[in-house]
């Protein structure tokens, strides 16, 4: 540095300035997120909003389309440990009737698939014809009869008594097929556009509150505050006394100021642009542990911003910021 009168704040000062930010920031994150912008994105009160209907519409979807089943708590879950038989009626339900696809709900709501024919729920399900089907076509007096479920082809036996049965590998294999079938269901009706649609609905809606929420929490202890005074403090950097200087130990401008901020601001748009606001989590994660190794290693103690706006911060205790090399000269010509 040019200016001799600069002198940088410890490790530990600049840690504990960076702890009061965040927890100001913090608060300010909680409030703006679940008292200012919760009413505005997700107003759950108000049963004639877009929010509250498609997610109406998204629980409720998992609940008609047969899928999750009441438990003995009266609950809706998923169906555990089931038998084959309740397996296999789910998913002929689910494909092969108008119980779902077919009912008054699904249309009213904006459904557009149909059910499966029998052939289809065959073909596509069962997998009838390939070398991997458990399954083939019932016959009738040797006549193949294809307006019926497909029957199970493997591991069958008669026994003494002359009844069709199935062995103990065929129980499992038949239970395993079913099983996996069922859990495919759900991702097929996570792709099903009537659901995606409300589902997306909902998510964007919370990105956009969660968004808003960084975005206007970060504005004020981190921006508007260092713009709104002369030495450009946060709420930290005037607890401890830490000021701002350039690379050079003189007087910053404005601009700096507001790249400091630049990297927040990028980081927030990730989420809109992908469309997930769970990965703010990471992100800030990572750019808050990179921040601090680069502190602790760089020459000077230089973090990300310090970087990106040609700043440094500096012990104000035992510093003196002067406007240019002009004026440091001049004031140690006056002291002398």
């Known amino acids: 540095m040019l200016n001799r009168h600069i002198n940088l704040p410890t490790l530990t000062t600049r840690v504990a300035c960076a702890l009061v930010d965040f927890v100001l920031f913090l608060a300010l994150f909680l409030l703006s997120t679940y008292v200012l912008f919760d009413p505005i994105f997700t107003p759950t009160g108000d049963q004639n909003s877009a929010y509250y209907k498609n997610l109406l519409l998204k629980n409720e979807t998992l609940v008609n389309s047969g899928l999750y089943v009441l438990d003995e708590n009266k609950y809706y879950n998923q169906l555990n ?70 029957v199970y082809d493997k591991s069958l036996y008669i026994d003494e008594d002359k009844s069709k049965g199935l062995t103990e590998d065929g129980e499992a294999e038949l239970l395993n097929f079913f099983l996996t079938t069922y859990k495919g269901c759900f991702s097929d009706l996570f792709n099903d556009k009537f659901y995606l649609d409300a589902y997306n609905f909902v998510n964007n809606q919370g990105t956009y509150q969660i968004v808003t929420s960084l975005a206007f929490s970060s504005i004020f202890p981190y921006l508007l ?91 104000l205790k035992t510093s003196s910021i002067y406007k240019d090399e002009l004026e440091m000269v001049r004031n140690e010509d006056d002291e002398f």
């Not at 310090?306 to 911060?313: A, E, Y």
């Open 81 to 150: 440990n089931g038998t084959i038989e309740e397996y296999k009626e789910i998913v002929e339900n689910y494909y092969l009737t108008d119980k779902y696809f077919g009912s008054e709900w699904y249309i009213e709501n904006g459904g557009t698939r149909i059910a499966l024919s029998i052939e289809e729920f065959n073909s596509s399900i069962l997998l009838i014809g390939t070398d991997d089907s458990l399954f083939e076509y019932d016959s009738n007096n040797g006549e193949i009869d294809k307006t019926k479920v497909g």
């Open 225 to 315: 505050i260092p713009l709104l005074n002369k030495k450009h403090y946060t709420v930290g950097r005037l607890i401890f006394k830490i000021g701002l200087c350039n690379v050079d130990g003189f007087e910053i401008k404005l601009y700096q100021v507001v790249l400091r901020f630049l990297p927040p601001i990028l980081l927030s748009l990730v989420p809109l642009i992908i469309n997930d606001a769970f990965i703010l989590f990471p992100i800030y994660g990572g750019y808050l542990f990179v921040t601090m190794v680069t502190t602790i290693i760089l020459k000077e103690r230089t973090s990300i911003p310090d970087l990106i706006s040609f700043t440094r911060l500096v012990n």
